[in-house]
């Protein structure tokens, strides 16, 4: 059964075909390091995994590269505003220097990576810094600054996108869309053009360029890395929505002007993750997997519930939707811990692995652009089948969860430690005999040796923190 991605560059569903064999050659813009990943981010990112996953499961190899911008992404995508890497230098008053810079994106990316690991997202296979790959993005702009692609003006120089047949593959962009934010410039020869490096001031912060020492722009950074890791064209680049009009639009514009080539075969988008309405967004209101926790959501409940809906379909935050989701996915991990045994009705039939069945359900709802809410409807549909052994079942389950990614392999029976047990029966008491200050100090004792207790009518449970 053929794989079909909805291609945005085309605007249609089309059979996905690798340009390899075997390989798959993927790119994910990845997160501007100024700032926690918000759980609007984090559903970019579980919906490249779940990509990841599918063509994995489907045999191939994936080669993915998921870019970290520590340099030249303005608060508007339209070349104005501030940096957002100058903008947390200022806000964590921290001096306003390049090793600094660096400073605040290594912090941030290791966060960004810890909440990637408790989504159990795949690792990429190099994570690459736009800072590290300065003289890539001063080679390419000498390439189209040669190829009179580029112009300098007296702060920048600029992309000419009339230097090219057709800009804006992905979407047509009119007067009235994102350019127009970016004001009359007399010195831009076309609206749309967009800076590919800005120079620094006078005594200002700056990289070194033969054209003069200044930042990058944000867009070269995903042309130049993607060339270097991927070569050109690539299979895959996936980002979300917002990024179509304009940073999508000039990645392909940069690389068709400097190599001739488009620069990857499939784009796709995921939706949004709105917040009353509005896009989460880091300028504004955002929530991150933390204050999540803090709710006493597990980060595979996000998960889960980021999976009940497609990649393309706009998702708003509800947290009564994010619990109930929590207690789908927590009587999926009591499934699989339920049917740790072999039966005796399993013992006696040969083993099927998978069911073939719900395997061939389940690979036409994923390789239907990824429906992942019918997959989830079909893990139902199989848990609630009385015609197979708890067993099969739970194979089965464990197979597709390949593609799910909701850690279902690595559940194991909590074994809880004799030291916690005996707090937790000395907690029981304490709570029996209403003596709540007792039972708050025992709470921290537990915690302070690595485990959350959630109480609920039917009595206290562990979490390992
Ligand atoms: P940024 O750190 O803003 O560059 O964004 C990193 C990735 O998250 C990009 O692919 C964005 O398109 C995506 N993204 C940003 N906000 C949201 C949101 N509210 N919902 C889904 N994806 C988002
Ligand atoms: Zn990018």
Redesign the pocket.
């Known amino acids: 059964m053929a794989l079909r991605l909805f291609n945005t560059l085309g605007r249609e569903k089309q059979e996905f075909v690798p340009i390899g064999k075997k390989e798959v050659r993927m790119y994910?813009?990845?997160?501007?390091v100024y700032n926690y990943?918000?759980i609007?981010?984090l559903?970019?990112?579980v919906f490249a995994d779940v990509l990841k996953r599918t063509l994995m499961y489907s045999g191939y190899k994936v080669k993915h590269i998921m870019n970290i911008?520590d340099v030249g992404?303005l608060t508007s995508d339209a070349d104005e505003g501030d940096d957002k890497m100058v903008k947390a230098l200022k806000r964590e008053g921290k001096p306003m220097t390049i090793a600094a810079m660096r400073e605040i994106a290594n912090t941030y990316y290791e966060k960004a990576r810890i909440d990637m690991q408790k989504l159990e997202i795949l690792s990429a296979d190099e994570y690459p810094f736009a800072t590290d790959h300065i003289k890539e993005m001063v080679a390419m702009i000498e390439v189209l600054l040669e190829k009179n692609a580029a112009y300098k003006t007296a702060d920048s120089i600029y992309f000419d996108t009339k230097s090219i047949p057709d800009y804006g593959k992905l979407a047509k962009v009119k007067a009235n869309d994102e350019h127009s934010r970016i004001g009359v410039n007399s010195e831009k020869k076309n609206l749309e053009d967009f800076a590919l490096w800005k120079f620094a001031d006078a005594g200002g912060i700056g990289f070194e360029a033969s054209f003069g020492r200044g930042f990058p722009g944000w867009h070269i950074e995903c042309s130049a890395m993607a060339e270097k890791y991927l070569g050109v064209p690539f299979d895959i680049h996936?980002?979300?929505?917002?990024?179509i009009p304009v940073h999508h639009n000039n990645e392909i514009a940069q690389t068709e002007a400097a190599t001739g080539k488009l620069l990857a075969n499939y784009w796709l988008h995921?939706?949004?993750?709105?917040i009353g309405e509005e896009?989460?967004?880091?300028s504004g209101e955002f929530l991150t997997l933390s204050v999540l926790e803090k709710e006493g959501i597990s980060p595979l409940a996000y998960r889960y519930w980021l999976l009940t809906a497609r990649y393309s379909t706009r998702m708003d935050y509800s947290l009564e939707a994010i619990k109930a989701a929590q207690t789908a996915y927590e009587k999926l991990v009591n499934f699989i811990l339920s049917a740790q045994k072999t039966t005796f009705w399993a013992k006696l039939k040969p083993k099927r692995l998978p069911s073939g069945f719900y395997r061939e359900k389940f690979l036409e709802a994923i390789n239907d652009d990824l429906d992942t809410p019918k997959a989830l409807a079909l893990v139902w549909e199989l848990l609630k089948d009385g015609s197979l052994p708890d067993t099969d079942k739970k194979a089965t389950l464990l197979d597709f969860d390949k593609v799910l990614g909701l850690g279902l392999a690595d559940i194991k029976k909590l074994e809880i430690p004799e030291e916690i047990q005996n707090l937790l029966d000395e907690r029981k008491i304490a709570r029996n005999s209403k003596d709540w200050v007792k039972s708050d100090e025992l709470r921290k004792e537990i915690e302070k040796l690595g485990f959350a207790v959630k109480d609920s009518d039917s009595g206290s449970e562990l979490r390992p923190l």
């Not at 995921?270 to 709105?274: G, K, W, Y």
């Not at 896009?279 to 880091?282: H, R, W, Y």
């Open positions: 994910s813009c990845g997160p501007t990943l918000h609007g981010n559903r970019s990112y911008t992404h996936t980002g979300g929505i917002d990024h995921n939706a949004h993750l709105t896009k989460m967004a880091k």
